[in-house]
């Protein structure tokens, strides 16, 4: 069965980074898109971005241009989202999504969330 | 402020049935039938309740169905249980800005 196995939760300092994984089974990591979206707390859902981890190419939300990296491990089917230059505000739990391949755009799995919590 | 606007919070006593709208633009919700919603209980990730507009995921009870009009869609959930106490939240394509956008979330309460 599929399944999105994220990293366990973090805490950072303001200005620090963080790397949050999103290990894959029971599908191959290459066939979907890979989207990450986080919610912070008492808040609603917030699209983060995608990376195809077919090719390596990346898509994200103008907001988080220059912070955000996504990146992928094919060899340990593995997404990766990370954020850099830390705020508060970006305390929040980070889901991976799963997109449903072909031409629809909705997540069929997804992660059980990375709680990462910024604070110094 | 989110892309698409859902109500806050709606109720309703078991059995009854609800709906929640989520209203959007002619570059999302409006030119695209790619609206899915999702329920998520506290703690806990979002569950694919609606892709499509209208088609249910295997294993989510008909109970649940969404439809669509113009730049909204919406919700309909019947014969309401406990267990749907829950957040919902719509999301769609989007042609301009980010490809996808959510909407603020409505809160449901079984009474």
């Known amino acids: 069965q599929v399944q999105l196995e994220q990293s366990g939760a973090e805490v950072k300092k303001p200005g620090a980074s963080v790397k949050v994984s999103c290990k894959t089974s029971?599908?191959?990591?290459?066939?979907?898109?890979m989207h990450w979206v986080r919610q912070a707390p008492g808040q609603g859902l917030e699209w983060m971005g995608w990376i195809n981890p077919n090719s390596g190419v990346t898509d994200y939300a103008q907001k988080f241009q220059g912070r955000v990296t996504m990146t992928r491990d094919t060899s340990i089917s593995t997404a990766y989202m990370e954020l850099n230059r830390l705020r508060s505000d970006d305390t929040a739990v980070y889901y991976c999504a799963r997109r449903v391949s072909g031409n629809s755009w909705y997540f069929d799995y997804w992660g059980q969330g990375t709680l990462v919590t910024v604070s110094s | 402020q989110s892309a698409l606007t859902q109500p806050a919070s709606v109720s309703g006593s078991p059995g009854q049935s609800i709906t929640i709208s989520c209203t959007g633009t002619?570059?999302?919700?409006?030119?695209?039938?790619?609206v899915s919603w999702y329920q998520q209980h506290p703690g806990k990730a979002p569950k694919l309740m609606i892709y499509d507009v209208t088609n249910r995921p295997s294993g989510v009870s008909s109970r649940f169905s969404g439809s669509k009009s113009g730049n909204t869609a919406s919700l309909t959930i019947s014969g309401l249980q406990a267990e749907d106490e829950a957040d919902y939240y719509c999301t769609s394509y989007a042609s301009s800005g980010t490809p996808v956008v959510f909407g603020g979330g409505t809160k449901l309460t079984v009474l």
């Open positions: 002619s570059s999302d919700i409006g030119g695209y039938n790619y």
């Open positions: 029971g599908y191959s990591l290459t066939g979907h898109y």
